[in-house]
Each structure stands twice: as structure tokens, then as C-alpha cells.
């Protein structure tokens, strides 16, 4: 199994770009919408770490059940 850093760095950049817009949008007077935008970037987020997981729980699977 190979490091993929990569996905931590897209994980932390969405992340800070993220936070941007929310604080954006929260000076202009729009706290609903980034809230909605928050919500958005964390299910996004979400998802990538359970296609990691998943991953990682098909590579303990393949040493261990020897398939």
C-alpha cells in the first residue's frame, strides 16, 4: 500500500478554502448560506475519508485473509 499524501493535502486545501468563503460570506451578512457552504465542504470531505477507509480496509483484508 502506498502513502498517498496527497489526499491530506486535498483534504487540508478544501478545508482552507472552506473556511475562506465561510468567513466571506459571513461578513457580507449571509451566515445561512455559509453555514450550507460549511455543511457542503464537510460532507465532501466525509466522503473522501470513507473511500480511504475503504481502502485501507480492503488492503487488511487482502493480508490477512491471504485473498
Given at each position: 500500500m502506498?502513502?498517498?499524501?496527497?489526499?491530506?493535502?486535498?483534504?487540508?486545501?478544501?478545508?482552507?478554502?472552506?473556511?475562506?468563503?465561510?468567513?466571506?460570506?459571513k461578513q457580507m451578512g449571509k451566515e445561512e448560506v455559509a453555514h450550507w457552504v460549511t455543511v457542503i465542504g464537510f460532507v465532501v470531505v466525509l466522503f473522501m475519508v470513507v473511500r480511504l477507509l475503504n481502502e485501507l480496509f480492503q488492503e487488511i483484508k487482502t493480508i490477512f485473509l491471504f485473498q
Open positions: 502506498d502513502i498517498d499524501v496527497s489526499a491530506i493535502f486535498q483534504i487540508a486545501g478544501i478545508g482552507i478554502i472552506i473556511a475562506m468563503i465561510h468567513t466571506l460570506l
